[in-house]
């Protein structure tokens, strides 16, 4: 759209000719003249590729389609396979226009796949209680050391417990589940 702005500003302000401002800018003429022609701004349609040698073959390839999306996904063909299929059919077409096919007949039949699934978590009441390790870096009479932290947090009330340890053992885990229990008043189910 920049381009279309120049060329007018050139052609309206500056009062240079078309022959000069294509020269200047490196385009054809009649790219300046359509330019200056233009009221809106150019808008570009993507146009699908047609494929003719495809055509008498498309029902064959929809029936094979149809069949295969009842099956189990490993027992599927490949675009390639179907291609090789139409091949020993007599097709002599190219490998992507059965790959474009395949490609919109899918999308057409099965519409738009979720990748994402949200499924809200509730806990009653004491239900449950989530455990895990930080490692934190601290300042210890001048030295800077790394300590684990436990972390704990009840489910239901997101309350949480911290306590921080020299080391990540057996006795420390224990240690640290005694105490947030303790903490808590209880233990959860």
Same mark, same amino acid.
């Given at each position: 759209m920049d381009i279309i702005y120049e060329i007018r500003r050139r052609h309206l302000v500056q009062k240079q000719t078309i022959s000069a401002i294509a020269r200047e800018m490196g385009i054809s003429r009649p790219t300046v003249r359509r330019h200056l022609k233009t009221v809106e701004e150019p808008r570009y @349609? &993507?146009?699908?590729?047609? !494929?003719?040698?495809?055509?008498?073959? =498309?029902?064959?390839? /929809?029936?094979?389609? =149809?069949? #295969?999306?009842?099956?189990? %996904?490993? %027992?599927?063909?490949?675009?390639? &396979?179907?291609? =090789?299929?139409?091949?020993?059919?007599?097709?002599?077409? @190219?490998?992507? !226009?059965?790959? &474009?096919?395949v490609k919109r007949w899918?999308? !057409?039949?099965?519409?738009?796949?979720? /990748? =994402?699934?949200?499924?809200? $978590? #509730?806990?009653? &009441?004491?239900?449950?209680?989530?455990?895990?390790?930080?490692? #934190?870096?601290? #300042? $210890?009479?001048?030295?800077?050391?790394t300590i684990k932290v436990a972390h704990f947090r009840l489910a239901y009330s997101r309350q949480m417990f911290v306590v921080a340890y020299p080391r990540e053992t057996q006795e420390m885990v224990l240690e640290a589940h005694n105490r947030a229990f303790a903490f808590f008043g209880g233990v959860p189910a």
């Open positions: @349609a &993507r146009v699908q590729p047609v !494929s003719p040698k495809l055509g008498q073959f =498309e029902a064959q390839l /929809t029936q094979w389609l =149809e069949l #295969e999306a009842k099956l189990p %996904r490993p %027992r599927r063909r490949s675009a390639h &396979r179907l291609y =090789e299929g139409l091949q020993e059919l007599g097709y002599g077409g @190219a490998y992507d !226009s059965v790959q &474009r096919f899918k999308a !057409s039949h099965h519409g738009p796949k979720l /990748t =994402e699934a949200f499924i809200p $978590l #509730e806990f009653a &009441r004491g239900d449950a209680c989530q455990f895990d390790w930080s490692h #934190e870096q601290v #300042e $210890l009479a001048g030295v800077l050391q």
